[in-house]
């Protein structure tokens, strides 16, 4: 079991105060890498979540706080966060498995999208439009939308929680936030850290348990008007229809199947860097981890090669253990689905240029290169969420950008490319919400991120991110 001085309270968050113990169901956390048990949580449902939007609902009743006020609370979360860095990284760590240095980027990630909003809070001020059409003057004010619900998923616990929490506390949108359960003691912690700070009651409420029950509960209830959601897209899919006769606004951040293209002049060396970070970064269970790898027939080999040395270095272990680059995946199926995928691109003709036979009694997966992925094979349609390159040769740009972009989804995707005007061609016929060029960067607190297609929509980070949980309210005054 763990022991932290931020997670002293182990129950829910409603009204600015720690829920009392209860006698209902609970539910058990695991560390993914030795399946011992973290800690045993109350499974909440429909009912204590209807109290924390109540309770989210009475912080709407008052006057919203200023701007500068809520830029006070963002700096303060986000000082909060790095004070505690490394204790939070450590809960991290055991609960996601993923490698403690990982783990302390998440948190400095995740406090720089609480100080990104503080910085950009001006965009909210009410503005008056310099034209006075009929007369009037007219002035657009951003008023909070109303109790947000947050519900996020396990690979990054407290940064795909600050991309929401720092937009809703921006606008003034009270929070209900429903973290993953296999990862809720991150967010746990954070409130802890946030019960500390000078928030209203009711700003900030944090519910976790029964997901079906907890979010059409979140669904249905009037006072919620933003659902902010990341996870897949079935789940994302059923929200939309739950929260469609209420006509609330969502913003689905879903899944991805990043392509990532090498073309015959990119500088490989960079290429291959690139894409180790991209890849492997909490073990491939990230929703822009490039995903297909396609490399023209030109540099093939050599790619190929210089791929498979750092992959073959790449040390494996628990998260904790001082040089661990690779930790587990987050359960039994996750590493089911990794065999399964990887299963059927072999017995279709792939070649095993790195990996070892799965070892099924365990969350870990060897990192895989796979080469001679062909059209056809599941792996390139489906996110392996695992530790495996699959590799693909193309021979035209034409023929690589249409493959790219035969998927359902359209989240991030990456292009290695000498030529800018050929990089710029490329990504502009990309249908991905972010492409990077000559690098494997993801998102960044500065700038808007989000989905086309079955990727969702909605944009997470710089302004538009704020604007996701406020309503324009245009008052023209005599
Ligand atoms: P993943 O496959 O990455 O675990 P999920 O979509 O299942 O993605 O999970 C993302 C988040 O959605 C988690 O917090 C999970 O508990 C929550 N969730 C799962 N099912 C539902 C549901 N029916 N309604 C609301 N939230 C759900």
Request: charged share 15%; with cysteine.
């Amino acid at each position: 079991m763990i022991q932290s001085p931020l997670l002293e309270h182990r129950t829910g968050y409603v009204a600015g105060a720690f829920l009392p113990p209860h006698a209902g169901p609970r539910f058990v956390v695991h560390d993914p890498a030795t399946g011992e048990p973290l800690a045993e949580l109350p499974s909440y449902g429909a009912a204590d979540t209807d109290a924390a939007i109540a309770a989210a609902a009475t912080v709407l009743a008052a006057p919203p706080a200023s701007l500068e006020t809520r830029a006070g609370w963002l700096r303060a979360i986000a000082a909060a966060q790095l004070a505690h860095q490394d204790e939070l990284a450590r809960i991290i760590t055991l609960e996601n498995g993923k490698p403690l240095a990982e783990a302390r980027g998440e948190v400095a990630y995740a406090a720089g999208f609480y100080q990104v909003a503080a910085d950009s809070i001006d965009a909210l001020a009410p503005r008056t439009l310099a034209q006075r059409p009929r007369g009037l003057t007219w002035t657009v004010y951003a008023r909070p939308a109303g109790v947000a619900g947050l519900i996020t998923p396990w690979n990054f616990p407290l940064a795909m929680l600050a991309k929401k929490l720092a937009g809703a506390l921006a606008a003034g949108a009270p929070a209900v936030i429903k973290p993953a359960e296999l990862t809720p003691l991150a967010p746990l912690a954070l409130v802890h850290l946030i019960d500390r700070l000078d928030l209203p009651p009711g700003m900030v409420n944090l519910v976790f348990g029964d997901a079906p029950a907890i979010g059409a509960a979140l669904c249905a209830h009037p006072a919620v008007r933003v659902i902010s959601f990341t996870g897949s897209t079935r789940v994302g899919q059923l929200l939309a229809s739950q929260a469609a006769p209420h006509v609330k606004r969502l913003a689905l951040e879903l899944g991805g199947n990043a392509p990532l293209i090498v073309f015959d002049d990119a500088d490989v060396a960079v290429a291959v860097e690139q894409l180790m970070a991209s890849k492997f970064r909490c073990a491939g269970q990230t929703c822009v981890s490039a995903n297909r790898i396609y490399v023209q027939a030109g540099i093939a080999e050599a790619f190929t090669h210089a791929i498979a040395a750092r992959v073959r270095a790449l040390k494996v272990g628990h998260g904790l253990e001082p040089g661990t680059q690779v930790g587990p995946l987050i359960d039994r199926g996750a590493a089911a689905k990794v065999d399964r995928l990887v299963g059927d691109a072999v017995a279709r003709g792939a070649r095993v240029v790195v990996g070892e036979p799965a070892q099924p009694d365990t969350g870990f997966r060897a990192p895989t290169v796979l080469a001679d992925v062909q059209p056809g094979m599941a792996l390139l349609t489906e996110e392996v969420f695992g530790p495996v390159v699959p590799l693909v040769t193309f021979a035209t740009e034409a023929e690589v950008v249409a493959a790219a972009n035969a998927t359902e989804y359209g989240l991030a995707a990456y292009v290695f490319t000498a030529d800018p005007a050929r990089g710029a061609r490329v990504a502009a016929a990309l249908r991905f919400g972010h492409v990077a060029l000559n690098n494997a960067s993801g998102p960044t607190p500065e700038a808007p991120f989000g989905g086309m297609k079955s990727s969702g929509y909605g944009r997470e980070g710089g302004v538009e991110g704020l604007l996701e949980f406020v309503e324009l309210q245009t008052v023209p005054s005599a």
